[in-house]
């Protein structure tokens, strides 16, 4: 054998044998695209396909009952800012769609802020029951889960509603003289969004928490740290991983809610999701929904890539 | 040996061991003094008496070894001098100071963890630096610190590594130095070798004795390794089922165990039966045993000189007789076991079970003095036998 055969060890077989091993190479990796296909189908159809027909959408003009008129333009994002003027064209700054945006940018911010108060004690209780005990908090931290989104809603509307649960409690034992307006706030939206999407804060920090090594936390107590200290330089950086995915979890949803803004905000507090279906809906300008979705979308991105760069600078999520 | 010399050997092992009663509560040498510690886990059915009335005291500046199989309590008497568990009763002081209810960052001992607990998401410096980061110590005194610390531990140069990236000895040593680098006045160290692989471990029983002897900080040591246990302690606790049997240096534990379990525990024994008949003085007593030949035979200080006991004695520390005046027991060859370095002789000893005679193979291989069949003496000399209080 030359040293060329010793270093490729294919060079050493008969040539039919190599071609063997060539075409077997190849229809393995054809199998693998095969076996790949229906998932690579179904999301290009139904996840990025309509995702582009938005992306086109929003550079085009509205028709006058829906759907659009195939003219490039920039309109609906200028729409987003801007009112244009009836008689001569000129742009008016226009801050409420701005107004919408940041309302649902402060709310979900606010209940993912909430949600990880929360959330974290909750996980850590359940993380530090005996094994048997744990499946049991999972298992009831899943049940709102079975029940669906609208109907969850609906019942936060019946408890906080004037003459809700909440109300006639306080109004029997005169604590209060008529009912607190709790409903149709962006007070009961924040509750509402908090009700929905708090498991999504509590199970990954659960999940990480799950796998933090307790005797860390003895190791802590040893160097002199006090319960604070290895909260804080101990637990809170391992679990670290799963509070940015929680936190993610939590805020991306709750930055596109549609039903709790309409039910619990009665439809006066609007947020992003709101918009976008009011667009293609009653509005008929399918062109800004388009637009306003794309910017939500970019808000997401942007959301993701910031924690993409956080956890990359840690020396990734497992590693914390 | 005559029994002089004899009793010369015994006062020196035995005032190295010092029994724990001679020494007065306000003992100003005692870095932990632990008086009838109990600790009780679980309640109920569950109950379980992990620790139950035990009294040691531990010298400043000594190796001090808590040896026992699993359970035995000895993990569970460490963490209570760490602080990670409350006693359930009894006394413990650390330097004169009481500690049994302080939490564990308030006590000034630090913990070497059979697991390492090394913090997977700090540097090896941050580990180092982290006790003393907790204590407010400033940041240049730490950085300082930490450098000593690593060149103690011979790791200069990987203060920017992370504990996933060394190897287990590695990681044994970072966590050594971040027990030293506070400065303990007791290093408490949990099994810290059972992960090291045997070549490993070796190097760091050498390691460890050298750190104790250059810091002077008192270690308090827990292994089920016996031969660990004799190789590095200037003390050893023999412990099983939660209480203390025996303390005392490693020559009074091997040469002079005082139970049963103490002498079957560590290393190999040969279990007789015999008579005393009278204490010598010097924790001697002359023995007699099955066959009615006299010994003299260590003595525990604290066991009536008279009436039938146990015996044991070493299979290194008898022969066989040159001739059957000599014998102390007669005895069939079994087996024979060539090991290397020695050769054992399994015996079956006439009216007492079986025996064992360890020979250095001196002479090489093929050096068996005796066959299996054969009929045999075996010799015992004064001193080799001991008292067994069970």
Not at chain 2, 124 to 133: D, Y
Not at chain 2, 153 to 171: F, I, W
Request: glycine share 10%.
């Amino acid at each position: 054998m030359t040293a060329d055969a010793l270093s490729n060890p294919k060079a050493g077989l008969a040539p039919e044998e190599a071609i063997d091993e060539i075409s077997a190479e190849k229809r393995r990796v054809r199998r693998c695209w095969q076996l790949l296909s229906p998932a690579l189908i179904t999301i290009g159809v139904f996840g990025c396909l309509p995702l582009v027909i938005a992306l086109i959408y929003s550079f085009l003009e509205p028709a006058t009952y829906g759907g659009v008129v195939w003219n490039f333009s920039t309109d609906a994002y200028v729409q987003l800012l801007f009112d244009r003027d009836i008689f001569d064209d000129s742009l008016i700054f226009n801050p409420a769609y701005l107004e919408i945006f940041s309302r649902s940018f402060l709310l979900a911010l606010f209940t993912m802020a909430v949600s990880l108060l929360i959330g974290f004690p909750t996980a850590y209780y359940m993380a530090t029951r005996p094994p048997s005990q744990r499946d049991l908090w999972v298992f009831l931290i899943t049940i709102p889960f079975w029940t669906n989104l609208l109907i969850r809603t609906f019942s936060m509307q019946l408890i906080i509603r004037d003459e809700g649960l909440i109300n006639v409690l306080l109004m029997d034992w005169g604590l209060i003289e008529k009912p607190l307006e709790l409903i149709y706030t962006d007070f009961a939206v924040a509750l509402g969004l908090l009700y929905s999407y708090l498991p999504f804060m509590v199970l990954p920090i659960y999940a990480a928490l799950e796998r933090v090594d307790f005797r860390l936390v003895e190791a802590g107590f040893d160097l002199y740290a006090n319960r604070f200290k290895v909260l804080k330089r101990i637990i809170v950086p391992l679990a670290m991983p799963g509070i940015i995915a929680g936190c993610i979890l939590v805020l991306i949803p709750a930055l596109g809610a549609y039903i709790t803004p309409v039910l619990l905000g009665g439809g006066k507090e609007l947020m992003i999701g709101n918009l976008i279906a009011q667009q293609f809906g009653s509005s008929r300008n399918w062109p800004l929904g388009s637009a306003a979705a794309m910017v939500l979308l970019a808000m997401v991105l942007l959301a993701l890539v910031i924690y993409v760069k956080v956890t990359g600078r840690r020396g990734g999520p497992a590693h914390g | 040996m005559d029994g002089k010399a004899l009793r010369a050997e015994q006062g020196a092992s035995g005032s190295a061991g010092a029994a724990p009663a001679d020494k007065t509560a306000a003992d100003k040498t005692a870095a932990i003094e632990v008086k009838e510690l109990t600790k009780i886990f679980g309640g109920g059915e569950d109950r379980v008496t992990a620790l139950d009335a035990v009294s040691v005291t531990i010298r400043q500046n000594e190796f001090f070894t808590l040896l026992g199989p699993s359970g035995c309590g000895k993990t569970t008497l460490l963490r209570l001098i760490a602080g990670f568990e409350q006693p359930s009763a009894g006394g413990l002081t650390l330097l004169g100071e009481a500690i049994g209810h302080r939490p564990p960052h308030k006590r000034p001992v630090n913990t070497v963890f059979q697991s390492y607990a090394l913090f997977p998401h700090m540097t090896v410096a941050g580990n180092i630096a982290f006790g003393l980061e907790m204590q407010g110590v400033p940041r240049g005194e730490i950085d300082g610190r930490v450098k000593e610390m690593l060149q103690l531990v011979q790791l200069a140069g990987m203060e920017r590594r992370r504990p996933a990236q060394l190897s287990g000895g590695q990681q044994q040593r970072v966590a050594l130095a971040r027990a030293l680098a506070n400065r303990p006045k007791v290093l408490l160290l949990d099994e810290p070798l059972s992960a090291l692989d045997f070549k490993l471990r070796k190097e760091m029983q050498i390691e460890l004795k050298r750190l104790q002897s250059q810091t002077g900080i008192t270690f308090i040591f827990v292994t089920h390794d016996q031969g660990e246990a004799l190789t590095m302690s200037d003390r050893i606790a023999v412990m099983s089922a939660g209480k203390i049997l025996q303390v005392g240096g490693p020559t009074e534990i091997y040469e002079h165990p005082t139970s049963h379990f103490v002498a079957d525990f560590i290393g190999e024994t040969n279990f007789l039966e015999g008579e005393i008949l009278a204490a010598e003085g010097a924790g001697l007593a002359r023995v007699k045993l099955s066959s009615g030949q006299e010994r003299l035979a260590g003595l525990p200080p604290d066991i009536a000189a008279k009436g039938k006991v146990s015996l044991a004695v070493r299979p290194e520390r008898i022969d066989f007789a040159a001739t059957p005046e000599a014998a102390a027991l007669t005895a069939e060859v079994e087996e024979v076991v060539y090991f290397g370095t020695d050769t054992v002789y399994h015996l079956q000893v006439d009216g007492s079970g079986r025996f064992t005679i360890r020979q250095q193979n001196r002479l090489g291989a093929g050096a068996a003095t005796h066959r299996a069949g054969e009929s045999v003496g075996i010799a015992i000399p004064d001193g080799a036998l001991q008292v067994l209080r069970d």
